[in-house]
């Protein structure tokens, strides 16, 4: 049996850091194992401008511990009043890496996401003539559509006439939970692209559901049936460079998760790398690991893969996690994959 795995350092292309004290305790966590990660521009008030990006770059720089080496990549919210000079400005001054379109209404903090689609053209022409790539929310907000189908619906009515309307936009279908999404970024040769997170590797929507319900484990887009999982996790592990790790981890005090209305996002940050390296090693592709956390992610946003390693060692005892992380602003539980953790992260 393997009993080690060096990568180059991963990188995570879908991250919540959030701000203040949750910045704070969660920075580190994502320091720790990455080397760079895109930063989601969903706070409140949300990252709008260059400007906004340039302050939250140096707030999260701030949070790092002495002698991180971690890059944050910014992104930009796009609303319907987002100014096209802004963004290709920014993105030339190297503050913005992408722009991020969330459908108003689609997960935590989207409210000024888009409603029209039309009123972002401008935006959309202007990213995709100067390189800038759109990371894209893919679910549908209309009440009469089932929370389960919302991203293959968005695939049909919003992404494919999107991407046909702007040819050579760069896109990244974030969080993909489905093997509609798989199908269909598979059907596209060039400028499209997926991020898959860690825990949709793991749980289908019985964990959510079955046997009482369980909010750590409700995230947006929601975890789907088993046959998507398995999708899932046949896309992340096949060395198909359109597809690389996004962890999207959402933390949220457990006192928002644990209510009678609970947030979406699970928290993976402290052991993505453990938890990937059990599913690769279960689906016999831990050859293709450094592919899809290090490798093609940097290779879509046409940047060159770190040049540091990150070994990973498999131990006979299981790892002791901590259940939660301790923060300012309350308990934030990590996500528990249901499994025992063997493969443990070796200071490089
Ligand atoms: C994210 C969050 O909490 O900001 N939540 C989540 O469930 N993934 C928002 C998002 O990426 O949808
Ligand atoms: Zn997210």
Redesign the pocket.
Known sequence: MTSHVTLRRPDDWHL?LRDGAMLRAVAPESARHFGRAII?P?LVPPVLTGADARAYRDRITAALPAGARFTPLMTLYLTEDTDPADVVAAHREGVITAVKLYPAGA???SASGVRDFDRVRGVLDAMAEAGVPLCV?GEVTDPDIDIFDREAVFIDRILDPLRRATPGLRVVME?ITTADAADYVRSVEDGLAATITTHHLVINRNHILAGGIRPHYY??PVAKRESHRLALRAAATAGDARFFLGT?S?P?PDGAKESACG???CFTAPHTMSILAHVFEDEGALDRLEGFTSLYGPAFYGLPANDDRLTLVRDDAPLELPAKLMTDDGPVTLFDPGFALHWRVTPN
């Open positions: 919540h989601m969903n997960t935590t903090n929310h969080h995230c947006l999207d959402a949220h947030c979406a996002g």
